[in-house]
């Protein structure tokens, strides 16, 4: 038995996800995230200690298919804590991971929800937006791209005639829109989806855009078309860093002068020459 005090990111989880499939013995799993291992049915979930809002909140909704158990970590035959830090600029992410379940992963993947979700179908052909915010409890304003680039997409997608469906769990005081809220057709910003209906619309889009984040592992995953707009605090969030490959429908809109600092607040340049231009030629590819 394998007891893994999983990292609690939506993303991270995304990726742990390739690593955990690899394990054929029982694994008992700390994650606020259980839907993104569905199928995995070796993997028992343990509830884990968290202060950040959307994971408390995936936590301690109902949900029939996910069973908490509690467990001791010191009965396990093996223990695990994966992490990436300081050292991730020289590995990345994946190479961190790596290193930490001493294997490699086995293929990455997400389930398919979308036949959970048939009013996502009912939206035709779409394109999903995740506009700039900030939150409180993690005020990392150096990573966010300039939000008027994520605008400027909107309006483009607008004019080619694309509904675009906008994503966000703003709440006042905690998170915040950053800069001129994009052009939306449907807007869900009050963090009304469920994690899997996020994936299903993922997976549905067109195209997704945004800044560095969950939708970057998400869209590789789903071999998803997306337009990733890179701000600053490239340390961390630089496309070696994130990708565990090659992109091959993920492409990056790279500042005139990436910065790669570390420090979340950092006032990066974030300047994209010929912004538009650029977007509207991947748009024709």
């Known amino acids: 038995m394998i007891y893994i005090k999983g990292m609690h990111g939506l993303g991270d989880n995304i990726y742990q996800r390739g690593f955990i499939k690899h394990f054929k013995e029982e694994v008992y799993l700390e994650t606020p995230w ?67 379940f001493d294997i490699k992963p086995n293929g990455f993947d997400l389930p398919d929800f979308r036949s959970e979700f048939p009013w996502i179908q009912e939206l035709g052909e779409f394109a999903l937006i995740r ?3 900030e939150r409180k409890e993690w005020l990392n304003a150096a990573r966010n791209p300039k939000p008027e680039y994520i605008a400027q997409s909107a309006d483009i997608l607008k004019s080619q005639g694309i509904k675009i469906v906008s994503i966000a769990d703003i709440k006042p005081n905690e998170e915040w829109l950053v800069g001129k809220e994009p052009y939306s057709d449907v807007k869900f910003h009050s963090g009304e989806l469920n994690v899997k209906e996020l994936l299903a619309l993922l997976q549905s889009a067109k195209y997704t855009i945004g800044g560095v984040g969950w939708i970057v592992p998400a869209s590789l995953c789903y071999n ?49 020459k010929n912004y538009e231009e650029k977007f509207t030629t991947w748009l024709r590819r």
């Open 224 to 272: 998803n078309k997306a337009w990733i707009i890179l701000g600053g605090h490239g340390f961390y969030n630089s496309p070696e860093v994130i990708m565990y490959r090659q992109p091959n429908k993920v492409a990056f809109a790279t500042p005139n002068k990436y910065c790669l600092c570390k420090n979340m607040r950092h006032d990066c340049n974030k300047e994209i």
């Open 131 to 133: 506009p700039a915010t």
């Open 34 to 100: 259980p839907q993104i291992y569905q199928g995995l049915d070796h993997i028992k979930f343990v509830k884990p200690i968290t202060k950040l809002r959307t994971q408390s909140k995936n936590i301690n909704k109902e949900d029939p298919n996910i069973k908490w158990v509690t467990i001791d970590p010191e009965k396990a035959d093996r223990k695990i804590k994966p992490f990436y830090g300081g050292i991730a600029k020289f590995r990345g992410i994946i190479g961190e991971m790596q290193r930490c």
